[in-house]
């Protein structure tokens, strides 16, 4: 591991200015992410600036309902948290779901959304990523694929994003909040991930010392019967071969309201605006919600290794919905 220096804010105004006026600075939250790819010498960081001291811990309702989400609250206390369990089940069921109990404990939601891609190519500090050396090219286009994304990929990545959070996250419209050098700014989720085109080392629109300081979920009465489900090769702690987040509204047969997120199958975190579209109106089937899955799969780009996330998805979509429309009885 390479050698670096550490230091320690007291307040979000000196963490800012302790990153932003050193190139070669980082923040540290939980460090469930980030020191795991410092030892593997993927990210090169002189120097760590802790900012577990920030006061970004709380979970709060506001006025209108909304739920605000510090970004130094742990993943283990956001699923606990009754507000959260009670109007946003499947956030409380991703989180759950996303790492193991000891993990849980540690990782921060702000470190969460920002963690980096799971694909071992980006991970061996060997093998040409565009991620980690731009320009380099990408070694699973004709390597061991089988992880890798179906949706939004381009010719120089298909790495698929991790995190189980962002899913539903972005399935109600989440508001990410920062404060950097700039000043604050109000991200809204889907802005947040960018696809990677010809820029896959571009993951977000933070700039250096711009710092996450909380997660808005808006009042979204929907979400209250909203259900994650994860599929994966183990039920141990794993990543999503393919996961879930679905919630509808029926109102005398047909499809009021719906919302539809995937994960384990974009390089971002996946809304399923087209699937919605085909929701909406029509009659809240098996049948149906099979045509929507389709529809929305239309423009996946599978490899020969991973071809068979298309068929899983689809299953998982029409489970997911089906789901939500009996009020998560499995």
């Known amino acids: 591991m390479q050698p670096l220096s550490y230091a320690r804010a007291n307040d979000v105004d000196s963490a800012i200015t302790l990153v932003a006026g050193d190139p070669s600075s980082g923040f540290l939250a939980g460090g469930t992410t980030k020191v795991d790819l410092l030892r593997l010498g993927v990210e090169h960081t002189d120097r760590l600036v802790d900012i577990n001291d920030l006061p970004l811990t709380a979970v709060d309702e506001l006025a209108d309902g909304t739920i605000r989400i510090g970004a130094l609250a742990r993943m283990s206390d956001v699923a606990r948290d009754p507000r959260v369990v009670a109007r946003y089940p499947a956030v409380a069921e991703a989180l759950l779901l996303g790492a193991s109990e000891q993990l849980r404990t540690m990782a921060s939601i702000g470190g969460n959304l920002c963690q980096r891609t799971r694909c071992p190519y980006f991970r061996d500090d060997v093998s040409p990523c565009n991620k980690r050396e731009t320009g380099s090219g990408c070694a699973a286009l004709d390597g061991i694929s089988r992880g890798h994304a179906i949706l939004g990929t381009s010719e120089h990545c298909i790495a698929t994003h991790p995190s189980d959070l962002a899913v539903p996250l972005v399935a109600f419209d989440a508001i990410v909040h920062t404060v950097g050098p700039a000043g604050t700014r109000m991200i809204p989720i889907d802005d947040f991930y960018l696809a990677p085109g010809t820029t896959p080392e571009v993951e977000h629109p933070l700039a250096h010392g711009e710092l996450i300081v909380a997660v808005e979920l808006p009042p979204l009465p929907l979400a209250q019967g909203s259900l994650y489900l994860k599929y994966r090769d183990r039920q141990s702690y794993e990543f999503a071969l393919?996961?879930?987040?679905?919630?509808v509204a029926v109102e005398d047969g047909v499809v009021s309201a719906a919302r539809l997120a995937l994960g384990g199958v974009g390089t971002v975190p996946?809304?399923?605006?087209?699937?919605?579209?085909?929701?909406?109106?029509?009659?809240?089937?098996?049948?149906?919600?099979?045509?929507a899955a389709a529809a929305e799969l239309a423009a996946a780009t599978p490899r020969p290794d991973n071809a068979f996330k298309v068929a899983l998805a689809r299953r998982a979509i029409v489970r997911g919905l089906t789901r939500a429309v009996e009020g998560g009885r499995s």
């Open 242 to 247: 393919v996961s879930v987040a679905a919630a």
């Open 270 to 291: 996946w809304r399923a605006r087209l699937a919605e579209q085909h929701l909406l109106g029509a009659p809240a089937t098996p049948e149906r919600f099979a045509a």
